[in-house]
């Protein structure tokens, strides 16, 4: 018989994920320096809409299955009913590869009649990069399948190493096969790195998988309820894609083709690292969460919350030093064109330092059921981020548009974590007095 799940973290477990994360950061920093120094500002400026445009993508076409599945898979091998967790997971990879084609066609038909009619240039380095869409949306569901089975290192080794180290080298490569630079050949890059990630991937989640589980015959009845629990999901993590990723293409509507839309890519790319933490340790956390909230053991949680939150402090705080101190040389690295971007990571940072260190709260809320009110507030704060963007970002270009993307995320998470601290309290004290 299978092992029930596992929910001792260990620390060296944690360590490195903390180190692969930090790995993943320098690779993709350096090829967005690489990028940055070698493409003119209009290319750069395509590349870094086309990355944004397909990350929205990408969330929505994963219609939040990946981040229910953190859920769920973990709770269906903890109650052994291996029928249920086959038929889901054949139900989400077919939805979302269907639904990836589907948004696919949308997005080729939508962008060129909107740029058409407002006699734009057409950016085909988008286009190209929304081709691989159904390859990203089902890397993104199989990395949380991968990790749910108990194989965490294994499954970032693959995100967060071996994806961009590949991009890195085919970019790198370009000059030397005698190719120009250019946002499309980078989009090209970064798409073939993914179809080889996902070859992997699959292997992976094939060899990690309970045999009892490659044994059974799939159940996939109940497709509604999987989609409605996995929409307030989809919808959460959309709005968080609108906050991090949105004012990229705000800033290429208000500045097309100017060094605004780079020097904000900059700045969210050097805090990008805070975010990778905060996401690498969500996916070794909270499954374990999910079990011991259904074991209902309160000394547990309080001591696997704690931990997390230690643990990112203490990164956070070395990190904001260092972008205090070194911030400017860091963005020297880009080149002169971006230099004047030091106020805008300065202030970015601050909000994603913020999202990272509670980011475990609307997991935690959507969880206990409390989907309509986390839906809520991130739409709240992703409109207030939009909003100002246009206003903020109109007049202070790049810096604004960090300004207006900080104070809601600020907002939003203190929010978020005083709800769930308060919940949980609650449902604590109404567990002792049972």
């Known amino acids: 018989m299978n092992p029930k799940f596992s929910v001792q973290p260990t620390n060296f477990s944690s360590m490195t994920l903390f180190g692969l994360s930090l790995c993943n950061y320098a690779l993709m920093y350096w090829a967005n320096i690489f990028l940055a120094r070698h493409l003119a500002i209009d290319a750069f400026g395509d590349y870094n809409v086309a990355i944004s445009t397909v990350t929205l993508l990408s969330t929505l076409a994963t219609m939040g299955l990946e981040k229910y599945a953190l859920r769920l898979i973990a709770l269906y091998i903890e109650r052994e009913n291996w029928p249920r967790l086959r038929g889901f997971l054949l139900f989400s990879m077919r939805a979302i590869f269907l639904f990836s084609m589907l948004l696919l066609g949308i997005l080729g038909l939508g962008l060129e009649t909107f740029l058409a009619l407002q006699e734009a240039d057409f950016h085909i380095a988008i286009v190209i990069y929304a081709g691989f869409l159904p390859v990203i949306a089902l890397c993104l569901f199989l990395i949380e399948v991968i990790t749910v089975y108990g194989v965490q290192i294994l499954a970032l080794a693959l995100y967060r190493f071996f994806l961009p180290s590949v991009f890195l080298l085919l970019i790198i490569a370009l000059p030397y096969a005698q190719l120009k630079v250019s946002a499309v050949s980078a989009v090209l ?173 609307p997991y935690y809320l959507q969880f206990m059921g409390r989907n309509r009110l986390v839906v809520s507030l991130m739409s709240l704060a992703a409109l207030s981020m939009i909003a100002l963007s246009f206003i903020l970002g109109a007049r202070y270009g790049s810096t604004g548009v960090a300004m207006a993307y900080a104070v809601p995320t600020l907002l939003l998470f203190s929010s978020l974590k005083w709800l769930a601290y308060r919940h949980m309290r609650v449902l604590f004290a109404a567990q002792k007095s049972l």
């Open 189 to 361: 890059c970064f798409g073939t790195a993914w179809c080889l990630t996902l070859i992997l991937m699959l292997i992976t989640a094939r060899a990690a998988s309970p045999r009892e589980l490659r044994q059974a015959k799939a159940n996939s009845k109940g497709r509604r309820w999987w989609l409605k629990n996995s929409l307030p999901l989809l919808i959460s993590s959309l709005m968080m894609t609108l906050l991090t990723s949105g004012g990229i293409i705000i800033l290429e509507i208000l500045y097309p083709s100017q060094a605004e839309v780079g020097t904000y890519a900059v700045a969210m790319n050097t805090v990008a690292l805070i975010s990778l933490i905060g996401t690498s340790t969500n996916r070794y956390y909270l499954p374990m969460l999910v079990v011991l909230l259904e074991r209902r053991d309160q000394d547990a949680i309080k001591a696997l919350l704690g931990k997390r939150m230690r643990l990112i402090a203490c990164f956070i705080a070395v990190f904001l030093s260092i972008i205090g101190i070194w911030g400017q040389e860091i963005i020297d690295l880009f080149g002169a064109n971006y230099s004047q971007g030091y106020q805008a990571l300065f202030i970015s940072a601050f909000g994603a330092a913020f999202s990272t260190l509670f980011s475990d709260s």
